[in-house]
């Protein structure tokens, strides 16, 4: 036994999409039939171009496009982590410049009674700020935030 060649694979193509036609309308089978030689047309063309003239060739070619493929994934997914961090660290900045001035006046205050009651007031706002402050000191300990890069 030998492996079939691609043109004898290709051919088994055509012949078994035509089988698969068997019941459609002449019109149909003439329109099913261009469409299948188009695409083995072009099957061909992609073949001549790449030199690949056997099975195994066409398996080598695969492989060498499925290493290139998991390079690149791997780069895009690296490249959106970084995008999700620049976007969570610019939406942090952005929240502690927002809320800075609440945040400065609930430190100001000096009775505890008081600062609870604008604590409860402005909840939401200070949990923010703190927060956003939490995330840009954990990634800039020296408290010099990149902000032109």
């Known amino acids: 036994m030998r492996e079939p060649t691609l043109h004898e694979l290709l051919t088994q193509y055509l012949d078994s999409r035509r089988d698969e036609r068997s019941d459609w309308s002449v019109s149909g089978q003439r329109k099913g039939t261009t469409m299948d030689l188009q695409k083995v047309s072009h099957a061909v063309v992609y073949l001549q171009e790449h030199e690949i003239a056997t099975v195994d060739d066409l398996q080598k070619h695969l492989d060498e496009k499925q290493a290139v493929f998991d390079y690149l994934d ?35 205050i000096g009775w505890k009674s008081k600062k609870e009651k604008f604590y409860q007031a402005h909840k939401a706002e200070i949990d923010e700020y703190n927060k956003a402050f939490r995330l840009l000191i954990k990634l800039y300990p020296d408290k010099k935030v990149p902000i032109s890069s």
């Open 74 to 108: 791997g780069q895009i997914h690296d490249k959106e982590k970084r995008l999700r961090d620049i976007q969570a660290q610019i939406k942090a900045w952005d929240s502690v410049e927002r809320l800075l001035p609440i945040h400065h006046e609930y430190i100001k």
